[in-house]
């Protein structure tokens, strides 16, 4: 009995690939024959629980998405980098970050040129009443606030320069169309306007007294022929630099007469109109100044020209830089409120500036 449950028990512990050793063409080689074939031929059971079976079966599956993902991310990146390599990207920064890294430069030159200006005071490089000092030039401000003048003196000649230069505006993007389109209107008076560009402003004060008399329009008059050649030569200059394609697209679209004009050749020419228009109310500001210089009476009121002729009657050279000074902060001043925020504006339509 004893050596009978030892056989018994080793049978039955014998591991089942040794079977196929001892009946090569029996049931245990069709139980076996799937297991040695190839793998290209094997299809995993769901109902297997063995994880060797299921290990090989998820490889395989996995296999042809390994291969494709990796191409489309890397297509992916190409393409970022791309766009990135196409636009300059300004980082946001905090508003007060931002306020100050924009108004240090400004501050630190200033501080410098009032430095220099109080050392040649010092130093009298020139006598005091000839060159006065800051402090001075502030006082005489000071007074001409508390006097309740000195806002008006401002006013006037705003309201001029501006009402003048919204008519310069009108005829000079009028004449400038009439000149970039018509080829015969161009060879005519396209020469004339860049020499009227270039004539000073003032040279047109004595004609305008002899035509107008000494009143507002020939202040309104000196304006016009300083700003309305700049503003007609910088549409020109715009409309020349508008590819064809843009014209034909436009054409093709329907937009022909005044609608092409409105939607297609303005907007195109936008950069060098957007420059004639900067340096139209340039001129126009110095035309001004010049006509208030000259033209003076009672009637006309008082602005910033008039307020530093009279310095110079009264041989006050504070009054005179006080002068100076306002018109000078004038100009920036329209600059960076009105002309700065539509030059980026422009830039950023175009993609040329970004925002991050």
Do not use: C
Request: glycine fraction near 12%.
């Amino acid at each position: 009995m004893a050596s009978t449950e030892t056989s018994t028990t080793s049978s039955a512990e014998q591991p089942a690939t040794e079977q196929p050793a001892e009946a090569p063409g029996g049931p245990a080689e069709d139980a076996t024959g799937p297991a040695n074939a190839p793998a290209a031929n094997r299809t995993p059971d769901s109902g297997s629980g063995s994880g060797s079976g299921s290990g090989s079966g998820s490889d395989s599956a996995a296999a042809p998405d390994t291969g494709t993902t990796p191409g489309a991310g890397d297509l992916a990146g190409l393409e970022a980098g791309l766009d990135a390599l196409d636009s300059t990207v300004i980082s946001r920064q905090p508003w007060l970050r931002s306020a100050l890294s924009k108004a240090f430069p400004p501050l630190v030159a200033i501080v410098i040129v009032l430095g220099v200006w109080q050392l040649a005071y010092h130093f009298q490089l020139k006598p005091h009443y000839l060159l006065p000092s800051p402090l001075d030039v502030y006082r005489s401000l000071q007074q001409k606030w508390l006097e309740g003048t000195l806002l008006s003196f401002v006013w006037t000649s705003v309201s001029r320069g501006a009402l003048g230069f919204l008519a310069s505006v009108v005829i000079g993007t009028l004449l400038g169309l009439i000149v970039a389109r018509i080829k015969p209107v161009r060879a005519a008076i396209g020469p004339i306007l860049s020499g009227l560009q270039s004539l000073p402003s003032v040279a047109w004060v004595p004609a305008a007294i002899i035509w107008f008399g000494l009143s507002d329009a020939t202040i309104y008059a000196v304006v016009l022929l300083g700003a309305v050649p700049s503003i007609a030569n910088g549409l020109v200059s715009g409309v020349d630099q508008i590819s064809p394609l843009f014209l034909r697209a436009g054409r093709t679209i329907g937009a022909t007469g005044l609608a092409g004009v409105r939607h297609v050749l303005l907007p195109a020419a936008l950069p060098g109109y957007l420059a004639g228009l900067k340096q139209g109310w340039a001129f126009s500001w110095r035309s001004l100044m010049a006509a208030e210089l000259i033209v003076n009476a009672p009637d006309l009121g008082t602005g910033l020209g008039q307020l530093l002729e009279q310095g110079r009657e009264l041989q006050d050279m504070s009054w005179v830089l006080a002068a100076i000074l306002l018109i000078l902060i004038v100009g920036i001043g329209i600059e960076l409120l009105i002309f700065a925020p539509i030059e980026r504006r422009v830039l950023r339509s175009r993609g040329l500036l970004v925002k991050n």
